[in-house]
């Protein structure tokens, strides 16, 4: 299991807040998350591209809001907040 963590470059909180958790290609809500730790996944990973699902609360399911970069995460251009070059979250 991994941990996702945002960075210094997510606008919105602190850095290194473990905010979402990995289990088998599926993205859930942690405990640090605003919203609380969540028993539905939110995200879905295919190759280095993560697409919301149909519990996705913020917004529309299988769009492509995310994009995995080695161990770094950025938004796209589907994102509410377009896409940025500096990495919102870590996985580690």
Known sequence: MSMIY???HHPDVDQNLAWFEIKDDKIYP??????????????EIRGNKI???ENYPYGKSGIQL???????IYTTSF???????FPWFEIR
């Open 66 to 72: 995310f994009e995995i970069r080695l161990d770094s």
């Open 51 to 53: 697409y919301s699902t």
């Open 6 to 8: 945002t960075t210094v």
């Open 79 to 85: 994102h509410p907040g377009g896409a940025n070059n």
């Open 30 to 43: 942690a405990e640090k998350h605003p919203d609380g730790p969540g028993q539905e996944p939110w995200f």
